[in-house]
């Protein structure tokens, strides 16, 4: 496996290949990650993981500076499920001048959910994403592939928007969450929770769960009972010491509420959730 820090040292590695599978990663990566780079593999003539922490989807209060950076170990892993190329740029490398340049998604995808609670969030994503992409695909002949976690629903959601919108050359491959045993999705931030927290942590998946079922056994009539199932959500998690930012059944296209059409359609619906566990934010999400 080979480890490039450098725009131009990537693209010599790559000058060979015609079609990239790539892994974007903020690093810390645990077995969630390492199952994108396993399903990326077959997918193109040589694999690509990025680790690069990503200060422009980070809020000045959020945890950009104390964000574990743990290359070494990263490496390790990254080799083992066979990556072939590892892209760890320094801030410098990446963002040579400030970044002044970036990519805005629309107000009605970006705004929404995460991005209402983190304003500018899927701006930096969205930023980074694409030049990261420019970096990995730029010179590749045919189609390249890129693949992202359904965990971060929502972020996926608006990739695969943006890549169509600017017709590039990448198929966006969506891989399902991958849980600890008794359910909670796997997360770097997870390594944030203390030993009572990560007990307690699992009941945001139980709670999206139950929320899930009252959105189906709701059926067409959804569109008027959903407000009160999220706030049912909401309070049973804060009767149990949570701060939810958003606990909502939304349809999986574009993320907005669903009308009484989308509640009976088979594979239309989502819950989402977001919330906080002391100082640590968790997000979670199914497919129903
Ligand atoms: O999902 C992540 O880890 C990040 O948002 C990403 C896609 C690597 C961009 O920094």
């Known amino acids: 496996m080979k480890l490039v820090h450098t725009i131009d040292d990537l693209r010599a590695a790559l000058a ?21 780079v396993r399903t990326a593999r077959p997918l193109g003539d040589v694999t690509v993981a990025s680790i690069f922490v990503n200060r422009l989807q980070f809020a000045p209060h959020e945890d950009f500076d104390t964000y574990p950076r743990t290359l070494e170990a990263d490496c390790a892993k990254l080799a083992e499920v066979g990556c072939d190329i590892v892209f760890a740029p320094a801030e410098k490398d990446l963002y040579p001048e400030p970044q002044v340049f970036k990519v805005q998604p629309p107000a009605e995808l970006a705004d929404i959910l995460e ?13 980074v994403v694409m030049k990261l992409f420019q970096c990995v695909f730029a010179r590749s002949t045919a189609q390249g592939y890129a693949v992202f976690g359904k965990k971060d629903y929502q972020q996926q959601m608006i990739i695969r928007r943006m890549v169509e919108q600017f017709a590039m050359p990448v198929t966006i491959v969506g891989e399902e969450t991958r849980r600890a045993a008794d359910g909670l999705a796997l997360s770097s931030r997870n390594g944030y929770l203390s030993e009572t927290e990560r007990a307690e942590a699992v009941q945001l998946s139980l709670t999206l769960r139950d929320l899930a079922r009252d959105a189906l056994a709701a059926g067409g009539a959804l569109p008027e009972h959903r407000a009160g199932l999220e706030q049912r959500a909401m309070d049973a998690l804060r009767a149990r010491g949570w701060a939810p930012d958003y606990m909502t059944v939304r349809r999986r296209l574009d993320l907005q509420p669903p009308t009484a059409a989308d509640a009976v359609a088979p594979q ?3 819950v989402l959730g977001a919330a906080r566990l002391g100082k640590t934010r968790l ?5 129903i």
């Not at 060979?16 to 994108?36: I, K, Q, Y």
């Not at 609670?117 to 969205?126: A, S």
């Not at 997000?283 to 497919?287: G, L, M, Q, R, W």
């Open 115 to 127: 991005g209402h609670f983190r304003p500018g969030f899927f701006t930096g994503v969205c930023t």
């Open 283 to 287: 997000i979670d999400n199914f497919e």
């Open 16 to 36: 060979s290949h015609a079609s990239p599978a790539f892994v974007p990663t903020m690093g810390n990566l645990h077995e969630g990650h390492l199952n994108l």
């Open 268 to 270: 239309s619906l989502v």
